[in-house]
Structure formats: structure tokens, C-alpha cells
């Protein structure tokens, strides 16, 4: 019986059930003589049952559904459990399945089920909050009476809306008009877009990725190299001829409008079954809620922020994180707090578009299928996603509270890097007590095209002697040495090779 007690305790507090292995054992106890025969399993499932009987959120558990999607703490005692739900109650009216209340020790831990399609109901107030705000003013406004705000420790985390989708969009269109009316050989007759903005995930000034396609011609050769020279030659035309000229390489051009970058390629239609295959992938990401997009949004801009998007982490990869999470209209803040809580290891998941579902692959790396086409993406660094999770456990574990008294959203401290971590640390502003670069050259970049940053050659070519970290939110580039001794090594070679203005050293014990 006690191994039964045991496994049933540590089975409910996964859900956020806290029973004491007294309550657990007088309720088996009733059952012992019925479910004896039974292995261990079935005594838990029988257990659900007996509970699910008179209460929803066990029934949940039972289904294996999303047992909470909101949680705070009070960490005192002021008011009687019963009163306590009849006040949430009562401010939650018609919004919430339940309310699940345990008192632990000195303190409350309350549990709420959301009705998605209710909770984000308007309400009737003076005060201008946005809809995500409303679960942190309904809890505030019940118990206001016995609690001050900063009583409450709320556990998920309230998200800032953030659209860039409006800025880019005249900007694309500008573009797109701009090279259908440029005289080519052959005209450009359509594109189709792979990037954030197409997916409603845009989160900072990235690259958007675009395949041309021209009019028809028999005149394309067959040999891949000659075919190659082409398009080379058509990327050339498109390059002398644009006013928004900005980059051009064999196997694309790049044009820049109005601080914004767009990669453009062609392909011929027997070139196109990858990319069809990430079109499709793309229109998957585009068709979830809107809290998904927000979600991955806040999360890019989050890894942006502290040097692990792009340079290490794909838009892909983090949208098929988010597909892996994603709940049924899981409410946004519990939603960011279970991709801050993933280890961001996606080995051996291949996402099937056709099932729009996961399985398991043999393949070691994360795979996007679609019929017999797959495309291989590959795992990102190891330890620097180490260094990501304790970074994430630190955020999660400081219970920073991002709304306010006066229910605005404060999420500032999610987007600030803490630049003791490294050992130096490049940028393109002047900051207090950096130093001045001299001689330095103007670029529009730092190190190449936002998107090519993770194919860099020079952070390529470095990577035995460090670890690298880019935030285009702040235009840094933050440096962890393995051995303190190539610190002026490093130092300098980076110095060589970008147009970063200032900089600071912050182990300075090897730096000569």
C-alpha cells in the first residue's frame, strides 16, 4: 500500500495536487478491498474515477487534459478557504470551469480553468487594460478587501502584445511591385514568402526569404551548373537595375527598403519541392490562434534579446517548439512559461504537415516532412542550450512579476541581458564606461545580413576558442572564452573583421 501512496503523491503534485500521503491512504483504504488485484496503474486510474465523480479538475486529469491555465500564491492567511473561493468566484463569474484552492503551511496556492472563449470578456471599468491584463484585475478585484497586490505572486507571466506585422507590410508590397516592374528577360510574375512575417511570428527586423517565380521559358538549361550561372546572371539584372540595391552573392540577391532587408531566389518548378514543403510548414504556423503568434513572438524576441536568436536558435526551430507545446488555446503566459521551461531539445521529432502532428524519427535531429520530402534541421549547440535553460530557470525562479498595481505590463526585465556573464562584449552604441574603437568603418551590419548571421564564417572560424551570443536588440555581441588566455586573440580577430564601434572587457586579468 505505501508503494501505491507514493506513486499516487508524486503522480498528483505533476498536476499541481498536493495530498498528504494520509489522505491518499484513508481514500485507498475505502478502495483497498475492491482494487487490490489490480497493478499499480489501474489503482491510480480508479482513484481519478472515485474522485472525478464529484469534481471536474480530476476528471481532467483523468482525460489527461490541461488541468489549470492560471495560478498565483498568497503567502499569508487572512481569510478562510471557503471565503476565499467565494470571493474569486464571484469576481471570475462565468469566465472559469473552476477554482481549485490548497492550503499549504502558511500559505494559499489557487489554481483557475479558464472558459477560453469568456475569459478575455471585455468589462465594465474606467481603467484601459488589454485583454491579457483581465485575469490579474479579476483576481485584484476579489480580493482587494483582505490582500494588497503586492500580497499576490502571480505564476505565469503577463505578455506584452507586439506587432510588427503593420510596419513590414507596405514595405513588402513596395518591393514586390518594384521588381514585378523592373525589365528582365523574364518577368517576375509571383513570390511566395518563408519568413516571420508571412507566419504572423515577425519579431525584430530579420531578413524576409522570398522565392521568385519568372514566366515560363524553354531556354533554362538541364546541366544544375549552367543553370546555376543563370540565375546567377538574372541576380545580377536585378541587382544593377533596383534602386534598392544592398548585397548580391551566386545564389541570391538581397534588397534593402526603408531599413528592412529581403533575400530573394529563384527557382524553377522542378527545384521547388523543399520549398513547397516549408511553404506548407509556413502556412501551418500562419493559421494558429493569435495567442500562438504572440507567444512566439514574445519568446524571439526574448532569445533575441540575450544572443540565442538567430545566431543559434532557426525561426523554424522555434516555431516547432511552439507547435510541440501548444495546447488548445493554452492562455499566453502559461504558454511562455512552458517554452521557458523546455530543454529545447527537439532530437529525434519529425513534424508530419500531412497529420499536422509529431513522431518519434531515428534521425537524431529534428525533421519537417511532408509526404515523401523531408527537411533536416540541425540540433543547435548543446551547451549553449545548457546555458540557455539555467538562464531560463533563473528568470522563472526570481517569480519576476510583470504586471503592475495599475495593471500595466512590465516586461522590461525579460529583454535585459545581464553582461557580467561574458567576458567582453562588442557594440554598435556608445555605452557607459565602454571603449571607443577607433578608425572604425560604417556598415549597415555589424556581421553580414541578419539572416546569414548563423552561417558567419568568422564566428565559424572561432568557435574552438569561444562561445558567441548576437542581440540585434541591442546590436551587441557578447563573447564567453573557454580559455582566458586567447581573450586579446579573439579580441582582435573580431576587431579585424566588423564594424562594432565600442567595447568593454569585463576579465581584463589576461587582456593585453
Same mark, same amino acid.
Given at each position: 500500500m505505501n508503494e501505491h501512496v507514493e506513486q499516487i503523491k508524486c503522480a498528483l503534485e505533476m498536476n499541481g495536487i498536493f495530498f498528504s500521503e494520509r489522505k491518499i491512504e484513508k481514500k485507498l483504504n475505502n478502495l483497498h478491498c475492491q482494487y487490490q488485484k489490480y497493478p499499480l496503474s489501474q489503482v491510480y486510474k480508479n482513484y481519478l474515477i472515485n474522485l472525478a465523480k464529484k469534481r471536474l479538475i480530476f476528471r481532467n486529469i483523468l482525460n489527461k487534459k490541461r488541468v489549470f491555465d492560471f495560478?498565483?500564491?498568497?503567502?499569508?492567511?487572512?481569510?478562510?478557504?471557503?471565503?476565499?473561493?467565494?470571493?474569486?468566484?464571484?469576481?471570475?463569474?462565468?469566465?472559469?470551469?473552476?477554482?481549485?484552492?490548497?492550503?499549504?503551511?502558511?500559505?494559499?496556492?489557487?489554481?483557475?480553468?479558464?472558459?477560453?472563449?469568456?475569459?478575455?470578456?471585455?468589462?465594465?471599468?474606467?481603467m484601459d487594460i488589454s485583454k491579457h491584463v483581465i485575469p490579474y484585475f479579476l483576481v485584484e478585484r476579489a480580493l482587494s478587501k483582505s490582500y494588497n497586490f503586492n500580497e499576490i505572486t502571480f505564476n505565469e507571466f503577463c505578455?506584452?502584445?507586439?506587432?510588427?506585422?503593420?510596419?513590414e507590410k507596405q514595405k513588402i508590397s513596395e518591393i514586390i511591385n518594384h521588381l514585378r516592374e523592373l525589365i528582365l528577360p523574364l518577368k517576375v510574375i509571383d513570390s511566395y514568402c518563408f519568413s516571420s512575417y508571412y507566419k504572423k511570428t515577425l519579431a525584430c527586423n530579420e531578413l524576409h526569404e522570398f522565392m521568385l517565380q519568372l514566366e515560363t521559358s524553354k531556354q533554362w538549361p538541364n546541366d544544375a551548373e549552367a543553370r546555376k550561372i543563370a540565375k546567377t546572371a538574372f541576380y545580377c539584372l536585378i541587382f544593377k537595375k533596383s534602386r534598392y540595391k544592398h548585397k548580391i552573392c551566386p545564389d541570391y540577391v538581397i534588397l534593402k527598403c526603408k531599413g528592412s532587408f529581403f533575400k530573394f531566389t529563384i527557382k524553377l518548378k522542378d527545384e521547388m519541392t523543399i520549398d513547397i514543403l516549408l511553404h506548407?510548414?509556413?502556412?501551418?504556423?500562419?493559421?494558429?490562434?493569435?495567442?500562438?503568434?504572440?507567444?512566439?513572438?514574445?519568446?524571439?524576441?526574448?532569445?533575441?534579446?540575450?544572443?540565442?536568436?538567430?545566431?543559434?536558435?532557426?525561426?523554424?526551430?522555434?516555431?516547432?517548439?511552439?507547435?510541440?507545446?501548444?495546447?488548445?488555446?493554452?492562455?499566453?503566459?502559461?504558454?511562455?512559461?512552458?517554452?521557458?521551461?523546455? =530543454?529545447?531539445?527537439?532530437?529525434?521529432?519529425?513534424?508530419?504537415?500531412?497529420?499536422?502532428?509529431?513522431?518519434?524519427?531515428?534521425? =537524431?535531429?529534428?525533421?519537417?516532412?511532408? =509526404?515523401?520530402?523531408?527537411?533536416?534541421? =540541425?540540433?543547435?549547440?548543446?551547451?549553449?542550450?545548457?546555458?540557455?535553460?539555467?538562464?531560463?530557470?533563473?528568470?522563472?525562479?526570481?517569480?519576476?512579476?510583470?504586471?503592475?498595481?495599475?495593471?500595466?505590463?512590465?516586461?522590461n526585465m525579460f529583454f535585459k541581458p545581464c553582461l557580467n556573464d561574458y567576458d567582453l562584449v562588442f557594440s554598435m552604441k556608445a555605452k557607459f564606461e565602454y571603449e571607443s574603437i577607433i578608425d572604425r568603418q560604417i556598415s549597415d551590419f555589424p556581421l553580414g545580413v541578419p539572416s546569414t548571421l548563423s552561417d558567419n564564417r568568422l564566428l565559424r572560424d572561432l568557435e574552438e576558442f569561444a562561445y558567441f551570443f548576437y542581440s540585434p536588440t541591442y546590436e551587441i555581441l557578447m563573447v564567453k572564452v573557454f580559455d582566458y588566455n586567447n581573450l586579446a586573440l579573439v579580441t582582435n580577430l573580431i576587431l579585424l573583421q566588423t564594424s562594432f564601434k565600442f567595447l568593454k572587457v569585463f576579465n581584463s586579468k589576461n587582456f593585453n
Open positions: 495560478s498565483f500564491q498568497l503567502k499569508t492567511i487572512k481569510c478562510e478557504k471557503k471565503n476565499l473561493k467565494k470571493m474569486l468566484k464571484k469576481s471570475f463569474k462565468g469566465r472559469v470551469e473552476y477554482i481549485y484552492i490548497q492550503k499549504i503551511e502558511s500559505k494559499y496556492l489557487i489554481y483557475i480553468k479558464f472558459i477560453l472563449n469568456r475569459i478575455y470578456k471585455p468589462l465594465k471599468t474606467n505578455i506584452e502584445n507586439f506587432d510588427m506585422q503593420t510596419n506548407k510548414f509556413a502556412e501551418i504556423i500562419k493559421g494558429k490562434s493569435k495567442i500562438f503568434h504572440e507567444a512566439v513572438i514574445f519568446m524571439k524576441r526574448y532569445l533575441g534579446a540575450h544572443g540565442y536568436y538567430p545566431l543559434h536558435l532557426s525561426d523554424i526551430y522555434i516555431e516547432a517548439i511552439a507547435l510541440y507545446l501548444y495546447d488548445n488555446e493554452m492562455p499566453i503566459g502559461l504558454f511562455v512559461r512552458k517554452f521557458m521551461e523546455f =530543454d529545447f531539445n527537439m532530437k529525434s521529432k519529425t513534424f508530419n504537415i500531412t497529420l499536422n502532428q509529431f513522431h518519434d524519427n531515428n534521425y =537524431d535531429k529534428l525533421c519537417i516532412k511532408l =509526404d515523401n520530402c523531408c527537411e533536416i534541421i =540541425d540540433n543547435p549547440n548543446r551547451d549553449i542550450m545548457r546555458r540557455l535553460c539555467l538562464l531560463n530557470k533563473k528568470v522563472i525562479n526570481s517569480n519576476l512579476q510583470t504586471i503592475s498595481s495599475k495593471f500595466t505590463i512590465k516586461n
